[in-house]
């Protein structure tokens, strides 16, 4: 392979590898995708704003943000907030016997929801470790001139993700209306949500 493929395939591979967890940002696409609300809009505001990170990270700013604490514990207890008060919503909705998808459905403005992928996104710390900090630090270390390739490959694999999570979501949402199946996808992404924010309480980042 050439060196440029070779960036390109790493880039894919570490991208892929990062994204592909779950998390506040992929819980909330993967919501969206299985309501069939607003999905285009939400898939694009989190892949495009995945490649600005992953190219803010490989050319630069990823060496810098790790390198002050101060900014990180500004991601770590602000995050830490908006994850938790975000994991109470969800587990109020799946505590609630009317929270079934079929209720939701249509009841969020494309503002509403576009606002909060937004919030999801650049509030939430784990979005920058591993966009900005983790693909940057990798990204920094390829041969001159294969930066570019390594992001573009990256960036790939972002797109490709969000878009099998949320319109694959999307496409098998009719089996999954029952109340009783979308309070429990509530409940779990509740519990997500919870363990990131703890995780951030309880362990600062590096």
């Known amino acids: 392979m050439s060196p440029f493929s070779t960036a390109l395939m790493q880039g894919w591979l570490t991208g892929a590898g990062l994204i592909v967890a779950i998390g506040a940002q992929n819980a909330l ?10 999905v285009a809009p939400v898939v694009f505001v989190c892949a495009i704003s995945d490649i600005l990170l992953i190219c803010l990270g490989v050319f630069g700013l990823g060496r810098l943000i790790a390198a002050s604490p101060l ?19 969800a587990g109020l909705r799946a505590l609630s016997p009317k929270a079934g998808l079929q209720a939701q459905a249509g009841s969020a403005s494309l503002g509403a929801v576009l606002g909060s992928t937004l919030a999801m996104t650049y509030l939430n710390p784990h979005v920058y470790l591993d966009t900005v900090v ?26 490709m993700w969000f878009s099998l999570l949320g319109f694959g979501a999307a496409a098998v949402a009719g089996p999954l209306r029952r109340p009783a199946v979308w309070r429990s996808i509530d409940a779990l992404i509740a519990i997500v949500m919870a363990v990131l924010g703890l995780q951030l309480i309880l362990r600062p980042l590096a």
Do not use: C, D, I, N
């Not at 983790?134 to 797109?159: C, I, R």
């Open 29 to 38: 696409v993967l919501r969206q995708g299985l309501m069939r609300q607003h």
């Open 134 to 159: 983790l693909l940057g630090t990798v990204g920094a270390q390829q041969p001159e001139g294969m930066q570019a390739p390594f992001a573009a490959g990256a960036s790939v694999a972002s797109w």
């Open 71 to 89: 900014l990180m514990e500004v991601f770590r207890w602000g995050g830490a907030a908006f994850l938790l008060s975000y994991s109470v919503k």
